[in-house]
Nanobody, 122 residues
Framework: QVQLVESGGGLVQAGDSLRLSCAAS????????MGWFRQGPGKERQFVAS????????RYVDSVKGRFTISRDKAKNTEYLQMNSLKPEDTAVYYC???????????????WGQGTQVTVSS
């Protein structure tokens, strides 16, 4: 089995930075890709960013390009989301996710973390 544990969320002001971490345990050797999603108040869960486990290829939603950076440390089985220039609209619960196969739906993942709250005040 796989466990994903997020950390690093908190309350910040607009313009501040945060770094989220996601520690993975279990069959991490089988990972194809890891990602970050978020769900704001009254909104559906939204894709934020992803990174392929072996090659480090990244993908971002347009609204975070240039502000957020996804990375991973394979030796530590951890992925990160560096969030700069935060805006109130970034307020959401952020979820870490991992998948062990490629799906036709780019947003389908096999494993999910419990989420970490990020609140950005104006």
């Amino acid at each position: 089995q796989v466990q994903l544990v997020e950390s690093g969320g908190g309350l910040v002001q607009a313009g501040d930075s945060l770094r989220l971490s996601c520690a993975a345990s279990g069959r991490t050797w089988s990972f194809v890709e890891m990602g970050w999603f978020r769900q704001g108040p009254g909104k559906e869960r939204q894709f934020v960013a992803s990174i392929t486990w072996n090659f480090g290829n990244t993908r971002y939603v347009d609204s975070v390009k240039g502000r957020f950076t996804i990375s991973r440390d394979k030796a530590k089985n951890t992925e990160y989301l560096q969030m700069n220039s935060l805006k109130p609209e970034d307020t959401a619960v952020y979820y870490c996710a991992a998948r062990v196969r490629v799906y036709s739906d780019a947003n389908t993942y096999d494993y999910w973390g419990q989420g970490t709250q990020v609140t950005v005040s104006s």
